[in-house]
Structure formats: structure tokens, C-alpha cells
């Protein structure tokens, strides 16, 4: 008889594309909050979506899981604290993945990556090195590249919004980086911005988001080997029809290059895949 596991209501597309960051701004959720929160999506039928909880590396002594909880560990507080975080994990938790930034825009990111990489010799899981989209940038890729080469599961990880206005980067200029980690052939990672499926304008702040449905399929057409100025068309397209298409058309192939993005609102991104039609909750077929 039988025992393959059921087809997941998630396509392979979008498969662990969430990460939850419920404790990060600008959710700001209580840690017992989260851990509640997140056991509740692990259970869910939409669970395929979702990757692991993220949590700061100076938290990491609040943590308490009655059963296995995979983790990722942000270093919000320099890489000494991270290492100790990584030393003595919480019963029942993993560290699954690490994040950090290794400089602030405008630095040099080459002495920060390499003292991250150093401190992380031997760990066995991926770590993602948020580099700011600034100088040094190709330089930095190049040694991630290289380190990747040799066996390390690293990637990199990129800002695409925030507070301010020159956090959220252009289409063009993430386009060009998506084309420079393809071209190297390195994994990324997304963070911040990233609260619906389509390119929008928040009223609020007057901020122009990224969609996360832009970025599929901007990915999708660079693992293609399309051109940086067509990459920079899909992420600055409002037009729903074509990023459908690319989505419908790629559904059953594992996501490209990236690795996905932290959402402190796992439900956000999720209901707006559902409106669009590209994920079905399994109850609505019953009906």
C-alpha cells in the first residue's frame, strides 16, 4: 500500500516562501504571542508555505517550546552575541538559519562578511549575510560566491524597505542584483517591504513597496537568462495579468534563486495569493 504524502495545497513555487518574523517590526508581536502564533501555521494547510520563526539572537533566553521548533537567528546585536546564541540553544529549538548584517550603508561590507564567515565555520545551516546595496556590493557577492563554492551554505540577503525612502531600491536596482546573484549563481534572501503580492504605493507613507509576486516572477525570467532591463520591467509592472501568467506558468517548478522573505503577517501575503487565485484552501473545494 501506498504512503506518499497527499499533494500540498502549496504549489512548489512558492514553497517555504514565508519566513516568520511576527516579533519584527512593524508587528512587534510578544514572543509567547509568536510561538503560539507560529505552531498554529505549522498545523495549518497552508503550513507548506511557511519556513521558520524568526527570532533576535538576544531573545534567545526567553525561548521555551514544549515541542521541536525550528528557528532562525537574527543578529541584532553584533556577531559576538550571535555566537554565544548559537552556543547554548533552548530545549526543543533548532537554529535552522542565521541572519546578519555585515555593514551599514555606505561601509566597506568586505571586513564584516569575512569575520562572519570566520565565526560560522562549520556551521551546517544556511546563513544569509544582509549586504546594503551600496559600494562594495559586487565585491562582497564575489566572496559569497566564492565561500558557496567551497561548500558553505551561504547566500545573501538584501533590504527592499524599510523607514526611509532610500531603503526601498529601484526596479533597476534590484533588478541588477538579482541578474549579479544569478550570474554567480548565488541563493538570496529578501527582507522588509515586502507586504503584498503587487507593486504598490502605501498612502500612508508615500513609499512605493515591492510585490512579492513581481519578485517571482522577475526571478523566474532571470534564471532564464533574461536581461537586467527586462527583470526591471517585471519588478516595476502594477499590471496583474502578466505576473499571473509567469506564476501560473512556473507553479509546479521549485522557486529560482530566491529564498524567500520574512513577513511579521504570515496571513497578509497569504490572503493576497488566495485572491489571486494562485493557492486554494482545500475547504473551499468542498464546499
Not at 532571470?222 to 526591471?232: I, K, M, R
Request: glycine residues 8%; negative net charge.
Amino acid at each position: 500500500m501506498s504512503t506518499s504524502r497527499a499533494r500540498s495545497p502549496i504549489p512548489p513555487l512558492y514553497t517555504r516562501l514565508l519566513d516568520d518574523a511576527a516579533v519584527f517590526p512593524p508587528g512587534n508581536a510578544a514572543l509567547a504571542e509568536a510561538l503560539v502564533a507560529h505552531q498554529v501555521h505549522r498545523q495549518a494547510w497552508y503550513s507548506d508555505l511557511v519556513g521558520a520563526l524568526l527570532v533576535p539572537a538576544t531573545w534567545r533566553g526567553e525561548l521555551r517550546s514544549a515541542t521541536p521548533l525550528a528557528v532562525g537567528l537574527i543578529a541584532d546585536a553584533g556577531l559576538d552575541v550571535l555566537a554565544a546564541a548559537l552556543e547554548a540553544p533552548a530545549e526543543n529549538v533548532s537554529y535552522v538559519q542565521v541572519e546578519a548584517a555585515v555593514a551599514k550603508r555606505g561601509e566597506d561590507p568586505g571586513p564584516g562578511l569575512r569575520r562572519l564567515l570566520t565565526l560560522l565555520e562549520g556551521y551546517e545551516h544556511p546563513v544569509y549575510a544582509e549586504i546594503p546595496l551600496t559600494w562594495g556590493l559586487l565585491g562582497a557577492l564575489d566572496e559569497l560566491a566564492a565561500a558557496r563554492a567551497s561548500g558553505r551554505p551561504v547566500a545573501a540577503k538584501f533590504r527592499t524597505g524599510g523607514l526611509a525612502s532610500e531603503l526601498f531600491p529601484t526596479p533597476m536596482e534590484l533588478a541588477a542584483v538579482v541578474c549579479a546573484c544569478r550570474d554567480r549563481g548565488l541563493p538570496f534572501k529578501l527582507t522588509a517591504g515586502l507586504h503584498n503580492a503587487m507593486r504598490h504605493t502605501d498612502p500612508e507613507t508615500g513609499f512605493t513597496h515591492h510585490g512579492f509576486l513581481n519578485v517571482l516572477a522577475a526571478t523566474c525570467a532571470a534564471a532564464e537568462g533574461a536581461e537586467v532591463v527586462d527583470v526591471a520591467a517585471l519588478l516595476g509592472t502594477t499590471q496583474p495579468l502578466t505576473l499571473l501568467e509567469a506564476a501560473r506558468r512556473n507553479r509546479d517548478a521549485a522557486r529560482p534563486l530566491w529564498v524567500g522573505f520574512g513577513t511579521c503577517s504570515v496571513p497578509e501575503p497569504l490572503h493576497d495569493l488566495v485572491g489571486l487565485g494562485l493557492v486554494h484552501d482545500p475547504k473551499d473545494a468542498q464546499q
